[in-house]
Every structure is written in C-alpha cells, then in structure tokens.
T-cell receptor
C-alpha cells in the first residue's frame, strides 16, 4: 500500500513555543491531505483539510491562527502548532487519499510542558 | 446521536477465538466502509475496505456491511496475540481515495488476544 510519513514522531516543547509537524506522501502525490487529532481512548477527530495551492479548510471549533497548515507541494503538508499550551498535547495524525482509501502517517506525539 | 457508534471495549479473548467487532451508523449517505487497525502510539493501518452492502474476505478477516440496518461488522478468525490492537471503523459518503470526502470514525474497540 501507499506510504505516508510524519516527522517528528514525538516532540516535547515548552509552553508558548511553536512546533512544526511534517506529513509526506512517499510514493504518490496528494493534492489533499487531512490532519487529525486523537486524545487517549478517543477516536480520530478531523482538524482540517490541507489543499495544495490553496488555503486549508478547518473544521468547526479549530482555531486557524493556532494550527497553521501549509501544503507546500504535492507530497508535503505541514502543521504548525503556534504558541503551544499543555492542552494542545495530543497525538496528531495526517492522512493522504490514494487509490481506494486514505493512508495514514504513523502519528506525532506532542507533549507541551 | 453520534454519526458512528462503536463499543470501545476493552474486549479480551483467548487465542484462537473468533472475534466480532461492529459499528452502527445513522447517516444513510455513507457508502464506503473501512476497518483500520491501530497499534499503540501508531497511525491507523487499513485492514478492510468495502463499498455498499455485502461481505468481503481477506485471509482471517471478514467484513460485512448491512446498509438496511446501518450496521457493519469485522470478524477475525483464529485470533492471534499479534491481533491485539484497537480496531476503528470508518466510513464516508464518497470514494475516500478521491480526496473530497472525509472519513468519519468510530471510537475504536481495544482488543486483547490472550495466549
């Protein structure tokens, strides 16, 4: 199946700093990528849809200015958590559509101290 | 009522047992149904993909969709300890590979297969 990578796999940062997470489709191009957040023992919640060459589409309740998304190329989307706070600590997962379905990255564990 | 309901478990079975996992949904627009497996602290991995109603088998795994009842199931035969993971159902109104349709997930069922 298709491969999606994420970097870093885990990051610990201080409150108030910004963190960038990269999502790459390794063997296919993706004009659209999706960013999810998953809290412990909860399902994946869609945060935003990343669109190559245009602005991202955010789900209701997700702060656009806090979670900056840039779809720089057909294989790369980045999510920047700006001025991170402890409540932003979560597991962030991206996915890219390919073939019949969506393929997910391995996730990034963010811990904000 | 949530769009997709899934019993979070946990579900614990002995090795070799048949496992039955299921989800119900309320949105009749859903046409595409998937099961993902997620190991702890990893991204979801696609297990089964089904369009509309019917059955699909892949090795020890069988997926069933009953659109009239808005009910989908995943059966695992001869379960193995390596099957221990969280299983998430997901569904969408259009082809998820097209990029235009979101996936709606269940909460996931945590399965433990005891040797």
């Amino acid at each position: 199946g298709a491969v999606v990578s994420q970097h870093p796999s885990r990051v610990i940062c201080k409150s108030g700093t910004s963190v960038k997470i990269e999502c790459r489709s390794l063997d296919f191009q993706a004009t659209t990528m999706f960013w999810y957040r998953q809290f412990p023992k909860k399902s994946l919640m869609l945060m935003a849809t990343s669109n190559e060459g245009s602005k991202a589409t955010y789900e209701q309740g997700v702060e656009k200015d806090k979670f900056l998304i840039n779809h720089a190329s057909l294989t790369l989307s980045t999510l920047t958590v700006t001025s991170a706070h402890p409540e932003d600590s979560s597991f962030y997962i991206c996915s890219a559509p390919g073939g019949d379905t969506q393929y997910f990255g391995p996730g990034t564990r963010l811990t904000v101290l | 009522q949530k769009e997709v309901e899934q019993d979070p478990g946990p579900l614990s079975v002995p090795e070799g047992a048949i496992v039955s996992l299921n989800c119900t949904y309320s949105n009749s627009a859903f046409q595409y149904f998937m099961w993902y497996r997620q190991y702890s602290r990893k991204g979801p991995e696609l297990l089964m993909y089904t369009y509309s109603s019917g059955n699909k088998e892949d090795g020890r795994f069988t997926a069933q969709v009953d659109k009239s009842s808005k009910y989908i199931s995943l059966f695992i035969r001869d379960s193995q300890p390596s099957d221990s993971a969280t299983y998430l159902c997901a569904m969408s109104a259009g082809p998820p590979g097209a990029g235009s349709y979101q996936l709606t997930f269940g909460k996931g069922t945590k399965l433990s297969v005891i040797p």
